[in-house]
C-alpha cells in the first residue's frame, strides 16, 4: 500500500517562505512522476508544480514560477516544495501525489496516490 505523508505547513507572514516534505512509503518512489497540488476553500485542486521520476524534468504553474521550488529526493524517498516570497493567495491546502506516467501530468485525475495534505495560511 502506497502512503504520501505531507508535513511543513503552517501560519507565515505575506514575504515569508515554508517548506513542504512530502515522505512516500510502501512503493517503488522513484518511477513516481511526483506533483503538489493546492486547494483552497471554495476552488478547484490546482496543480502547483511536478518533477519526473529522475527529476529530469519540472514544471511550475504560472502562479509558483520564480517562487516555488519542487524537488525529489529518491535516497530518502521524499518530495520537497520550497515556497518563497509567499502571497495571502497561497492559502490553501497542499496536496502532495504520485503517478505513474513518464512525463508531468497536470490533472489531478492523473495521479494514482494522494497524501491527506497539509495547510498552509499566509496572512497579510
Known amino acids: 500500500q502506497v502512503q504520501l505523508v505531507e508535513s511543513g505547513g503552517g501560519l507565515v507572514q505575506s514575504g515569508g517562505s515554508l517548506r513542504l516534505s512530502c515522505s512516500v512509503s510502501g512503493g517503488t518512489f522513484k518511477s513516481y512522476t511526483m506533483g503538489w497540488f493546492r486547494q483552497a476553500p471554495g476552488k478547484e485542486r490546482d496543480i502547483v508544480a511536478a518533477i519526473t521520476r529522475w527529476s529530469a524534468a519540472t514544471y511550475y504553474s504560472d502562479f509558483g514560477k520564480g517562487r516555488f521550488t519542487i524537488s525529489k529526493d529518491n535516497a530518502k524517498n521524499t518530495v520537497y516544495l520550497q515556497m518563497n516570497s509567499l502571497k495571502p493567495d497561497d492559502t490553501a491546502v497542499y496536496y502532495c501525489?504520485?503517478?505513474?506516467?513518464?512525463?508531468?501530468?497536470?490533472?489531478?485525475?492523473?495521479?494514482?496516490?494522494w497524501g491527506q495534505g497539509t495547510q498552509v495560511s499566509v496572512s497579510s
Open positions: 501525489a504520485a503517478a505513474l506516467r513518464g512525463s508531468v501530468p497536470r490533472q489531478a485525475y492523473e495521479y494514482r496516490y
